[in-house]
């Protein structure tokens, strides 16, 4: 199969962004690990080595700001172990909206809006991306949390359950969701830190009228993409693509024509000036058809529920594919406990260890609505605070040991220090 081949933009930085840039170099405070992150002075570019060609390593990570072609984590405050790697946090309800929620108010904007004030602590870290979805993720409406009593599921109807999609039933966009997108996608993008962007899920591609549309939404989506020159952005088709049939509706047509959309949404790179990495991510099992993997530029995991031992005999067969394994998506527990933690971060090590990056997937932001990005100011995992804040403290923990395996200098390791 041929490969695309990269042109080189004329400016070397996005013209579509140009006004907003000129505001960054004149107002921009940079991060401050030891000494600094790097100074992103130009738009974000994300590529894998095969798509780069045979003078780059296959199954690395690549990214560049208006220069050469560079791995991932190349700076100097990075550990050399950690190039070609990249490190996510799973923040699917970024962009969320639900349509039929009447029960509370609900600020889409100023949701989004929080999660873009938190991308300086994860950077911080050493995480350099954030994974988001088009049709969100599971919204945790709990009756005796948040007075909601619905379904997080399209297919339960209007009074009970939830509309939360960026497309119309004939795959068509939504310019709300499009608005905040682009605010995402920006404000990432100054910070050199990337987005996987997730188009379609299981609770929600029920809204589609037909396969066609969903292939027209796989298009329109892409198309906006490449007309906004937004590359800064991984592609992941539909996450969980593999699940059980009956989780996918429209006759299956997600997991036994995954690779068809796949091959289309490649196609519209096929004229533009620049091509995205794309993938489709597996369920938690971690199975994935070479066939399938040839396909991808990314091979995209989940690792929900599967022990490190078993992670790393996967990972080992997943990288025969020479493509980068990327696990987006990983949950060892649901309890923010000392033994939860144990696991997540031996997670965590059997992913770096073994040359692919690693997603963490926070409880309580990413399924309680309505939603906290936060990180707590300690990591200290104690009973004597509140639910939330021991959560908070729990993802305090999961970032430090991330900042661990990437950064030389970890910021909370300077602290105690000082």
Same mark, same amino acid.
């Given at each position: 199969?041929s *490969?695309?081949?990269?042109k080189t ?7 579509t962004?140009?006004s907003?840039?000129a #505001? ?7 991060v ?18 095969v798509?780069? !060609?045979?003078r780059?390593?296959p199954? +690395? ?5 208006? !220069?050469?072609?560079?791995?991932t ?5 990075? *550990? ?5 790697r ?5 923040l ?11 029960e509370?108010?609900?600020? /889409?904007?100023e949701?989004?809006?929080?999660v873009?004030?938190?991308l300086?602590?994860?950077?911080a ?6 994974g988001?979805?088009l %049709?969100?993720?599971v919204?945790g409406?709990r ?6 009593? +619905? ?16 497309f ?7 310019e709300s969701?499009?608005g905040r997108?682009? *605010? ?11 987005? $996987?962007l ?5 609770g929600? =591609?029920?809204?589609? #009228?037909s396969?066609? @549309?969903?292939?027209a939404a @796989?298009?329109?989506m892409?198309d ?5 020159d937004?590359r ?11 699940l ?5 509706d429209?006759g299956?047509?997600? /997991?036994?024509y ?5 091959e ?8 533009? @000036? ?8 597996s ?6 058809? =070479?066939?399938?993997?040839?396909? $991808?530029?990314?091979?995209?995991? %989940? ?5 490190? =031992? ?5 990972? +080992? #067969?997943?990288?025969?594919?020479l ?23 031996a ?13 963490? +997937?926070?409880?309580?932001? @990413?399924?309680?609505?309505?939603f906290?990005?936060r990180?707590g ?7 004597e605070v509140?639910?939330?804040e021991?959560?908070?403290a729990?993802f305090k923990?999961?970032?430090?040991h ?8 970890? /910021? ?7």
């Open positions: 199969m *490969r695309l081949i990269f933009h004329p400016s070397g930085i996005r013209t962004a140009l907003a840039l #505001e960054v170099l004149v107002g921009l405070l940079l401050t690990v030891v000494g600094s992150l790097p100074t992103v002075a130009s738009a974000t570019e994300i590529a894998t080595g798509m780069l !060609g045979p780059f390593k199954d +690395r990570f690549y990214m560049r700001m208006g !220069g050469r072609w560079e791995e984590y190349s700076h100097r405050v990075y *550990r050399t172990k950690a190039r070609g990249l490190m996510i946090l799973w699917p309800n970024a962009l969320f909206e639900d349509e039929w929620l009447i509370r108010d609900f600020d /889409p904007d949701n989004t809006d929080r873009i004030a938190s300086d602590v994860y950077n870290y050493g995480v350099g991306a954030i988001v979805s %049709q969100g993720g919204p409406y009756l005796e949390v948040n007075g909601i009593n +619905r379904n997080g599921m399209a297919n339960a109807g209007k009074e009970s359950g939830s509309l939360v999609s960026a119309k039933p004939d795959g068509s966009l939504k969701w499009l997108l682009e *605010r995402l996608l920006l404000e990432t993008d100054r910070r050199g830190m990337v987005v $996987c997730a188009y379609f899920g299981r929600q =591609d029920e809204i589609f #009228e396969p066609r @549309a969903i292939v @796989a298009r329109n892409t906006w993409l490449i007309e906004k937004f800064n952005v991984v592609i992941d088709v539909a996450p969980g693509w593999d059980e049939a009956q989780n996918w429209h299956s047509f997600i /997991p036994e995954i690779a068809h959309v796949l289309d949404v490649r196609e519209r790179f096929h004229d533009a @000036a620049f091509a995205l990495p794309i993938g489709a991510s369920g938690g099992n971690m199975a994935y058809p =070479d066939s399938l993997a040839q396909l $991808c530029d990314v091979i995209l995991v %989940q690792g929900n529920g599967v022990s490190p =031992d078993q992670k790393r005999v996967r990972l +080992r #067969e997943l990288r025969s594919n493509r980068p394994v990327w696990m987006i998506e990983d949950d060892n527990g649901a309890e923010p406990t000392l033994a939860t933690l144990s696991r997540e971060t997670s965590a090590n059997a992913l770096f260890a073994n040359g692919a990056g690693w997603g963490f +997937r926070p409880l309580a932001r @990413a399924h309680l609505f309505p906290d990005y990180p100011s300690t990591s200290e995992l104690t009973n509140s639910p939330t021991r959560d908070r729990y923990a999961v970032l430090e991330i900042a661990t395996l990437v950064l030389k200098k970890p /910021p909370h390791k300077q602290q105690k220090k000082r």
